[in-house]
């Protein structure tokens, strides 16, 4: 499992410490929980119903793993839908989700947080951890498509 495509994260579970490691991102998701390498190099499996989060960070640090703007200010630039989670404990967090059915996984819901500038890249929350999502909005509807701009006579066109 640790080969080259590791990435880091930080899985925040409820009314534990979080546990810090390395994940496979491709197949990390198990039918019973999160697999993540310790960087002791243990392997465990983590169960959905005690992870809040999985966070994929930039490094390890210490401190709270959660960013500390957890809902965007206002409308994001990215495209796809903005989601509201609520989770069990009370905690409300935003994040974008991506705008198409197979990306969305049985387990859960990987999203872009709401902070760009955090250590955080991405961001996945176990359907167990949630009481409520809710769509906020859906940025860059393909339905939307831009018109097209109007000739102007008497000017040809550059490559004919």
Known sequence: MAGSTSKKV?????????????????NYL????????TPLGARSVIPYPDIKTVCFVRDFEE??????????????KMEGLWVRMSFRDGEVMDGLLANNLLAIDVYGFTVAPADP??????VFVPRTA?????????VGSPLRRQKPKPEVP?????FE
Request: proline share 7%; charged share 25%; net charge positive.
């Open 63 to 76: 401190g709270e793993n959660l960013p500390e703007r957890r809902l965007f200010n206002s409308r994001p």
């Open 117 to 122: 500038s955090s250590r955080q890249q991405k």
């Open 130 to 138: 949630l009481r409520a999502l809710s769509v906020v909005g859906v």
């Open 154 to 158: 008497g000017q040809g066109k550059l």
């Open 10 to 26: 930080v899985i925040s579970r409820f009314d534990r410490e979080p546990v810090s490691g390395f994940v496979d991102p491709t």
């Open 30 to 37: 198990l039918t019973d929980g999160v697999e993540v390498l």
